[in-house]
């Protein structure tokens, strides 16, 4: 098998400088790499054919910026022929690749988990009264995401943060603030994965229960949107109407939120210093997308009417709330990823917020479902484009109604804020799209458009 001391350091190193920004998960895309190294590697052990390490990445960009990623990777003596889209580049004659990709590796997070000890740095910890199965067989989730998700014996849900951050990670601290108020509408936290070094905390991943017999958000709602376009019928007269859904993720979002708010308080606070934060993004966004300085003038005007708004409530909120971010059960909703936007700092993600935010986040995925499939269709036509529109809209509606009747306010008399949290939105997918996938900058926009209109002489 493999030894650790003939796999050198600096040739990983190496094979990692072109293989990271490959990886959907990789956040420093557009930025040249200046340095990559290699912090730590650890050893988690193996299984017949197969060793797997822990490597924690320091990248630092042209320009000072250092994110720290975890790679887990699995070194085995002979290429396996499905693993080999997830390889490194290397000429040492070993198989190096990312080993959340294979089966034999997660079962050795999972026994990790299950014994709740210590391998090196690295703590496995479980909630009291949690207990996991010793012997679970895992499996890597499909969808490309800023993290890593494994199923576990079709029973937990474990995730890998790539990125990682020195503090406390919010996605496990509000789930455990969720688990306090009892709340229904997350899935409930099982365990957890830190490592800490010089009195530094960081966390690096977190078991929860899986919804098993669960559909994504995205996924409902775009088949909704493909039984409306494939047809001449308006929304309410299709059994795929999805504004009835919509209305319960309303509800369940406010309920998440007024449980937020009384497990970890409130703050009343002007709304000019998050509006200032918002055209400060706006104005930088024009390097990456240029074709935003013709909407900078209506996109100020807003901005201004929205730190006019006066006072407005804060609290902890999801961050980056979207249809991929939300699970349908045969019983109800459930909120998860509760990380907040992965472009932003750690403070920042903890940060008090008003949850208008999160409204604006749902109410621009439902944009996105609507048009997401006219994208580089040639023969969509005004009208197409007219009954998409007419999709989100009735959706946003019946979500801003199940969200007011269990908040007792509705977020739409607050509607220039909430404007200015869309726009922010919007400008955030038009960067990643233009980063990401050019094709489908189209889409938000679009929607910039709509709420910045552009001045031209």
């Given at each position: ?5 003939n ?34 590697r650890?050893?988690?052990g193996?299984?017949?054919g ?22 887990p ?17 290397l ?6 690749y ?27 910890r ?12 895992g ?8 993290n ?21 990670n ?9 688990a306090?108020a ?18 530094e ?14 559909d ?14 494939a ?42 210093s ?36 006066g ?9 980056d ?39 604006a ?24 484009y ?23 306010h509705d977020?739409?008399?607050?509607a ?30 679009r ?11």
């Amino acid at each position: 098998m493999t030894d650790k001391a003939n796999v050198d350091t600096e040739a990983l190193e190496q094979a990692l400088l072109s293989w990271l920004p490959q990886q959907r998960w990789f956040a420093a895309k557009g930025a040249a790499i200046a340095s990559l190294n290699i912090v730590a590697r650890v050893d988690l052990g193996s299984r017949p054919g197969v060793r797997v390490e822990h490597l924690l990445v320091d990248v630092e960009s042209v320009g000072g910026d250092v994110q720290q990623y975890q790679v887990p990777l699995g070194f085995r003596d002979a290429p396996a022929e499905d693993l080999m889209a997830w390889s490194l580049p290397l000429s040492t004659g070993q198989f190096v690749y990312d080993g959340l990709r294979d089966a034999e590796i997660i079962a050795l997070y999972s026994d990790a988990l299950a014994s709740a000890g210590s391998i090196g740095p690295i703590d496995f910890r479980t909630v009291p009264g949690a207990g996991i199965d010793i012997g679970m067989v895992g499996r890597v989730l499909g969808a490309e995401q800023s993290n890593t998700s494994v199923i576990l014996g079709e029973v937990l849900l474990l995730k890998l943060f790539r990125r990682i951050s020195t503090g406390i990670n919010p996605d496990i601290e509000l789930h455990r603030a969720l688990a306090k108020a009892d709340c229904t509408y997350v899935a409930p936290l099982r365990a957890w994965i830190e490592t800490g070094s010089d009195g530094e905390l960081s966390m690096l991943g977190m078991a929860q229960d899986f919804a098993a017999d669960s559909d994504e958000g995205w996924t409902t709602a775009l088949a909704s949107v493909r039984d409306l376009l494939a047809g001449d019928r308006v929304p309410e007269e299709m059994d795929s109407d999805f504004a009835p859904e919509a209305r319960e993720l309303g509800a369940a979002v406010a309920h998440v939120h007024a449980d937020l708010a009384r497990e970890l308080g409130t703050d009343e606070r002007d709304a000019s210093s998050t509006v200032a934060d918002i055209l400060g993004r706006v104005e930088g966004a024009v390097a990456v997308v240029p074709e935003l300085a013709e909407h900078l003038p209506a996109a100020r005007e807003l901005i201004a009417r929205a730190e006019a708004s006066g006072p407005t409530s804060m609290q902890r909120i999801h961050g980056d709330l979207h249809l991929g971010q939300v699970l349908r059960t045969p019983s109800t909703w459930l909120l998860i990823d509760f990380e907040g936007e992965p472009a932003k700092s750690l403070d920042e993600r903890r940060r008090m917020d008003s949850p208008l935010r999160d409204v604006a986040g749902m109410l621009r995925s439902f944009d996105y479902a609507a048009h997401h499939l006219l994208l580089g269709d040639a023969d969509a036509t005004d009208e197409t484009y007219a009954r998409a529109s007419a999709w989100a809209a009735r959706n946003s509606e019946a979500f801003c109604d199940g969200y007011a009747e269990v908040a007792g306010h509705d977020p739409r008399d607050h509607a220039t804020l909430l404007g200015a949290y869309e726009l922010d939105k919007a400008v955030y997918e038009a960067v990643y799209e233009a980063r990401n996938r050019p094709t489908w900058l189209d889409l938000p926009m679009r929607a910039v458009g709509r709420l910045a209109p552009p001045v031209r002489a």
